[in-house]
C-alpha cells in the first residue's frame, strides 16, 4: 500500500481514490494549473466539429457549382450532322457490323477541339447492291456503348445486359428501345452519316 505524509509529518496510508486520475478535479487543482486554458480534449473536439461543419459545407455546395456550371460546359452539338465515317471498301458485304469512330470538331462554350472522337456507329452492308444501314453505338438505355458479337450476331450492352438484333430490336434487358438507327449517305467510295445523339431513357427516339 502507498503511504504519504499527513499534516504531522508522518506517513499514513492513502486513500485508494487518490491513485486514480480519472476522479473529477477539484476547483482547487484548477485554479493551480500554470497555463489557464479549454483542455486539450476540448480543443480536439472543437477542431473535429469545426472540420466536419466545414466538409458538410463543400458537400452542400459543390453540387450547386455543378448545377451552374453545367451548362456551359455542355457541348454545342448540332442537332444532325452529315459527317465522313469510312470508305465503302471497309465495310465488306458480309451482314456483319463493324465499329467506325465519329471524328469532328467538339466545341463547348469557350474552345473548339478539331479532329475529335465525338461518338461510334455500327455500319452493315447487307450486299455489293444495298447501302449500308448505320446503328449509333450508344444503348438508349443510359448511354453506354454496345458491343457487337459476330459469334451471336448480336449486339450487348455490357452495362445492364441489353441485347438487340441485327436489325436493332431489343431482345432483352432494360432497353427502352431499338437501338437508334442514323440516315446513310454514299458519296462515291465515301460513307457519310447523319450523326446526332438521342436522349436515353425514353420509348421515342428524341434528338438530344
Ligand atoms: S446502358 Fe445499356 S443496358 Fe443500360
Known amino acids: 500500500m502507498d503511504h504519504s505524509l499527513n499534516k504531522r509529518g508522518a506517513y499514513a496510508p492513502r486513500s485508494p481514490k487518490a491513485d ?3 476522479a473529477a478535479p477539484t ?3 484548477h485554479a493551480s494549473s500554470a497555463t489557464p486554458g479549454p483542455p486539450r480534449r476540448n480543443v480536439l473536439a472543437a477542431l473535429l466539429a469545426g472540420g466536419l461543419g466545414a466538409l458538410a459545407g463543400v458537400l452542400t455546395v459543390v453540387p450547386g ?7 456551359l460546359l455542355k457541348e454545342k ?3 444532325s450532322k452529315k459527317i465522313r465515317v469510312a470508305l465503302l471498301a ?3 458485304p458480309d451482314g456483319v457490323a463493324r465499329s467506325f469512330p465519329v471524328i469532328d470538331e467538339r466545341v463547348d462554350q469557350w474552345s473548339r477541339y478539331p479532329g475529335e472522337k465525338i461518338g461510334s456507329v455500327y455500319l452493315v452492308r447487307d450486299s455489293v447492291e444495298a447501302p449500308p444501314r448505320c446503328f449509333s453505338a450508344t444503348c438508349p438505355h443510359l448511354g453506354c456503348a454496345v458491343e457487337y458479337k459476330p459469334q451471336q450476331g448480336e ?6 445486359t441489353s441485347a438487340f ?3 436493332g430490336r431489343v431482345l432483352s434487358g432494360p432497353s427502352p428501345r431499338p437501338l437508334d438507327t ?6 462515291g467510295d465515301q460513307v457519310w452519316v447523319d450523326y446526332q445523339k438521342f436522349r436515353s431513357v425514353l420509348a421515342e427516339k428524341i434528338p438530344e
Do not use: G, T, W, Y
Open 65 to 71: 457549382i455543378n448545377v451552374l456550371v453545367r451548362p
Open 182 to 187: 442514323l440516315e446513310v449517305e454514299v458519296r
Open 165 to 167: 438484333a441485327q436489325d
Open 77 to 79: 452539338q448540332a442537332a
Open 155 to 160: 449486339f450487348r450492352c455490357p452495362c445492364h
Open 27 to 29: 476547483p482547487k487543482s
Open 20 to 22: 486514480f486520475p480519472m
Open 90 to 92: 471497309a465495310i465488306p
